[in-house]
């Protein structure tokens, strides 16, 4: 196997990396958002974008196509600006971005549809209120949803202007499969426990607060993920460099394995913060949110 095959000669299975200019300052830190409310408002928006994903029943790629697009439209001092679009209008426009050349043809009703539920749900109002006895799903109006769908079409034209219309997205997952396939590892009976966790952690490195899926190529995301697998299940791996062969060095490789293992802390620190009241998902709750941290 070439490693230059994997990534270099199929631009199909490589994504644009993010410049050490784009991860050192974004648009809503210049405009004075502090850098841990943008990151919280990119995971709770990330995990809005999932939660209406499943319940209108997608498969999990296309969510983390998704998400993946939602992340890029904040990078940088060019991109989106947190003061200026709504996260949530913004998340919303991004899973109607991927679905509407794909082959699951839903409206801007259906997706604001279950946008609001989930922002809604007893379920969710109970992890930041402690009980959902009380709580209930309101009204969502028509005139409420003629302005939302307004927002995410406009939503939708400043993701293209802001990305230049380059909203291809390659994903580890199928690199995760077939590299797994090439250790001999599927064959074996713990092959489908590693397999399961291989992807259950490229699944959670799409709310990783170092944005691991704007700074790794696809497969040394999915070497990541094979390798705390294994170790995680106790799988035997070959003795020598086997990440190597994939075009990973032991480098990457270990950055990327202590970005994992730090995903699971950074989502407890964000529930911790937000316990007794809802994430901010819009411009005026982040302004908000900033006068009270002043």
Wanted: aromatic share 8%.
């Amino acid at each position: 196997m070439a490693p230059a095959v994997l990534v270099s000669d199929l631009s199909h299975l490589a994504n644009s990396s993010a410049t050490p200019d784009q991860l050192a300052r974004s648009a809503s830190q210049v405009q004075g958002v502090p850098s841990d409310v943008e990151a919280g408002v990119r995971y709770y928006a990330s995990t809005v974008i999932q939660a209406a994903g499943i319940l209108l029943r997608l498969p999990q790629p296309t969510i983390a196509e998704a998400i993946i697009i939602f992340t890029r439209f904040w990078l940088g001092p060019t991109g989106g600006n947190l003061l200026e679009f709504n996260a949530q209008d913004v998340a919303a426009a991004a899973l109607y971005l991927v679905i509407k050349p794909g082959p699951y043809p839903l409206n801007p009703r259906q997706i604001l549809n279950a946008f609001f539920y989930v922002r809604s749900s007893p379920a969710i109002q109970q992890s930041w209120q402690g009980s959902a006895e009380d709580a209930q799903i309101p009204l969502y109006s028509e005139g409420s949803y003629q302005v939302d769908r307004a927002a995410l079409i406009n939503a939708e034209s400043q993701i293209l202007k802001t990305l230049g219309f380059q909203t291809q997205v390659a994903l580890p997952h199928p690199l995760c499969l077939y590299y797994l396939q090439t250790l001999g590892i599927l064959t074996a009976d713990e092959g489908h426990e590693l397999a399961r966790r291989a992807h259950a952690h490229l699944n959670s490195a799409l709310f990783s607060p170092q944005l691991i899926y704007l700074t790794h190529q696809p497969n040394s995301l999915a070497v990541a993920a094979i390798y705390l697998a294994a170790r995680e299940t106790e799988v035997n791996l070959p003795q020598e460099p086997w990440w190597e062969v994939f075009d990973v060095d032991r480098e990457e490789l270990g950055f990327l394995v202590v970005a994992l293992t730090s995903i699971d802390g950074f989502v407890e620190e964000q529930k911790a913060r937000y316990s007794k009241h809802p994430p901010p998902l819009t411009a005026q709750e982040i302004r908000a949110e900033i006068e009270l941290q002043a």
